[in-house]
């Protein structure tokens, strides 16, 4: 049974969440691999809504593993008050999570960090939630792991160095409140008893699935144009988000990684800073905005919406050697007399196939319409391909042709069931 990988293919929120928790149904384990509590993935079950940040979406699935890998910088405190709300509940989360000892913990003094920074001119509208400043840690070798929460004196002793050293920069160059050491202290390793048991090794619990024949899901966040080397940068997460990252943020080797499904809405949004090519500024965006309530999952924040990006898509389907696309939020778009795809960039006089690396040359592209005929009949609930207005139908081949890429998810509300299967991800090639 495969190892599928599903990931975002736009800015993040494409409705990941959903088409994991959809398809745990027929998997074994669900696996995080990027990111942190910075992301926000809605699934809806017979009308009842869950957001979860940390958590992989295989959560609310009895008997379903959830395994958080080395990649993913983890919040304690999030990670108690997430297992708390679904054992509540009566989700038997404890016997199946398991957390990576190798996952750097995010502490007080990295949100404190990134709110100091985003107040500076450089802000690119983060989260808030300390992501870059705890991925810096990282890079920088000197990260507080979850490993770290068995060992308390030595945890207690490099907390108060890092404390140290970030509240000098917290203190004497952002001029911001320092982290006071004994809270920093009372909230992780005060926390820890509550994890410990938790902690143990993804990889070796991913490499005995696949020699069970298991499917797991790799669930990614964020979204590919955030990617920390492929995305918009400088207005990116801190993180890999593409098909690769699994593999290095789960520890599993990349010929073990059998498809890859990019997940996109049928239109695009972003929230947070930073160039988006088919963004619209008019009644058409507003319209997107409320008809597909885009309001981020995690900030609250709204969402900027514009149509549909197939060179950007394009760009995820080769650095991520997608095998299909899933396409959300089609319902969104019923109505509509006309709807644009965007099929190339116009940059200083030539025609782009692919976009420009950077955020400066981003901004520089127009973006090439096409436009298609819109449909008046719903499409929202609808669970066959067949049943979709002709031009719904129509509109999903257009997308597949422009990103020379099969369809084989299409999401027609936000309900677990409002999906069309048009080819399982679980199912033999
Ligand atoms: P994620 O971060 O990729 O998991 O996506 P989010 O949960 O942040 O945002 C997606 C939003 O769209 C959530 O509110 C979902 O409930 C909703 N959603 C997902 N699929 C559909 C769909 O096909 N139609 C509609 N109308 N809403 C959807
Ligand atoms: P999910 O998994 C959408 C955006 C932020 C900001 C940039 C950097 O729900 O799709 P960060 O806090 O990561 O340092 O912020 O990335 N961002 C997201 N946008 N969905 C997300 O997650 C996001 N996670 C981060 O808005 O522009
Ligand atoms: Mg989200």
């Known amino acids: 049974m495969p190892n599928v990988v599903i990931l975002g293919a736009q800015w993040g929120d494409e409705g990941k969440g959903k088409i994991v928790d959809l398809l745990t149904e027929r998997a ?54 997430e297992i708390g709300k679904l054992e509540e509940r009566g989700a038997d989360l404890r016997a199946r999570l398991l957390v990576s000892p190798a996952c750097p913990l995010i502490l007080p003094h990295h949100a404190a960090l990134d709110a100091a920074r985003e107040r500076g001119p450089s802000a690119i509208g983060t989260t808030g939630r300390g992501i870059g400043p705890a991925y810096e840690d990282k890079a920088a070798r000197r990260a507080l792991r979850a490993g770290d929460l068995l060992r308390p004196k030595h945890f207690t002793a490099r907390l108060k160095e890092l404390c140290d050293y970030h509240n000098r920069a917290l203190q004497d160059f952002y001029e911001a409140e320092p982290v006071a050491y004994e809270d920093a202290l009372e909230q992780t390793l005060g926390q820890a008893k509550h994890v410990a048991e938790l902690i143990g090794d993804v990889s070796a619990k991913l490499c005995e699935l696949r020699a069970q024949n298991k499917s797991v899901l790799f669930e990614g966040a964020q979204g590919m144009l955030l990617d920390i080397d492929h995305g918009t940068y400088p207005f990116v997460t801190s993180s890999n988000t593409t098909a690769a990252a699994a593999a290095a943020g789960a520890g599993i080797g990349p010929l073990d990684l059998d498809y890859v499904l990019g997940v996109s809405k049928a239109y695009a949004t972003r929230v947070g800073a930073g160039p988006m090519p088919t963004e619209l500024h008019d009644q058409t965006g507003e319209l997107l905005g409320e008809r597909g309530a885009e309001f981020g999952a995690t900030t609250g924040r709204p969402r900027r919406c514009g149509w549909f990006d197939a060179v950007a898509l394009r760009r995820c389907r080769q650095v991520c050697g ?24 116009r940059h200083r006089g030539a025609n782009l196939e692919l976009p420009p690396y950077g955020a400066e040359a981003l901004a520089e592209c127009e973006p090439v ?46 309900e677990r069931s409002d999906t069309i299967t048009v080819k399982h991800p679980f199912a033999p090639a």
């Not at 609310?60 to 990649?71: K, S, W």
């Not at 939020?329 to 099929?343: E, M, N, Q, S, Y």
């Not at 009949?377 to 509109?395: D, F, H, T, V, W």
């Not at 081949?397 to 099969?406: A, T, Y």
């Open 322 to 345: 997608l095998s299909a696309l899933g396409v959300t939020k089609l319902d969104v778009l019923d109505g509509l007399d006309t709807i644009k795809i965007c099929t190339a960039y």
């Open 28 to 81: 074994d384990a669900v696996a995080r691999f990027q990111g942190g509590h910075n992301a926000g993935h809605t699934l809806v079950v017979g009308g009842q809504k869950t957001v979860l940040h940390l958590l992989p979406s295989g959560a609310l699935r009895d008997g379903v593993e959830c395994l958080i890998g080395n990649g993913v910088v983890v919040h304690i405190g999030q990670l108690l008050k």
């Open 369 to 414: 319409y096409e436009e298609l005929d819109g449909w008046a009949q719903p499409s929202g609930g609808i669970r066959e391909l067949e049943k979709l207005p002709e031009n719904a139908r129509r509109y999903l081949e257009r997308v597949s042709e422009l990103c020379d890429l099969p369809v084989d998810i299409v999401s027609t509300g936000a």
